[in-house]
């Protein structure tokens, strides 16, 4: 393999190739590095203003922005990744089986050569892995990412201090709201069985829209444990799926089972996707 063993107890070629691998692989992640500061420097004004001067309720020119710029730095995050497995920890692998015996002299000194290529490595990528979640966590937090817990428990407030307040627009006989809902909803009268209908705040209405966004931001430590599990770990992303999905159910229970038939789909097109 590049000639580095035609000397069976010294192999300065090794040493010269192991120093080439770990300073390209340096200076690789520095250019990502780079690359990942130019776009939060630019981006996080930019998202600023279109939030702000987003009239749309949904902000959707604003979301489909913040999508952009993180699916941009999520793919160096799979560049690097690529790079790691084919110039890193598959180069370790067959340097290491053919080396000498690890029990000799030389084994000892050139595995240790070898470990040390593969922690300097594994840190940098580390400390690369960090940099790219903190500015993940910097676009979020000031492209001003809605704090939806809130939003949605002031709705929940505001439900119960006005679901006993309607009146039958027949008979006028008091009318309770069984539960909170998100859409136009017909409402039997206890008295005369005319149907009235309830006509959802637009808070209670953006709490359907926001749900599952709302559900991710409850689960995204689950989901941050699969992405950072190398190799990607299923049992992981099925937690976190699982557990998402529970939280989207509990805050628009109506959904479930509209929900459910979603959850399976994405779950056999992630398992088809993984093992084919």
Known sequence: MFGFFEKKY??????????????????????????????????????????????????????????????????????????????????????????????????????????NFRMACLDRHNLFDERLNEALESLRNAAGEKDLESAYQQQLEAFEKIRDRFACKQCGGNITIPQMFFIDTYIACPFCQSQNTFSPSTGARMVLHNARELAEQRTAALRL????????????????????????????????????????????????NHYK
Not at 75 to 88: C, L, P, S, Y
């Open 10 to 115: 010294s192999n300065p070629e090794l040493l010269a190739e192991l120093k080439t691998r770990q300073d390209r692989w340096f200076v690789f992640l520095d250019k990502l590095e780079a690359r990942i500061r130019e776009l939060t420097t630019a981006g996080i004004p930019e998202l600023q203003q279109v939030f702000n001067e987003d009239t749309d309720p949904y902000k959707r020119s604003h979301y489909h922005m913040l999508q952009g710029l993180v699916g941009q730095i999520n793919n160096m995050r799979d560049k690097a990744i690529n790079v790691k497995e084919e110039n890193i920890i598959s180069f370790i692998y067959c340097t290491e089986a053919a080396l000498p015996a690890i029990t000799t002299a030389a084994g000892s000194e050139y595995h240790g050569y070898v470990h």
């Open 225 to 272: 444990d699969y992405e950072n599990s190398r190799p990607q770990d299923p049992a992981l992303y099925k937690k976190y799926l699982r557990a998402m999905f529970d939280e989207w159910n509990k805050i628009v229970p109506d959904m479930t089972e509209e929900n459910e038939k979603f959850y399976q789909r994405l779950l056999e097109e992630y398992t088809f």
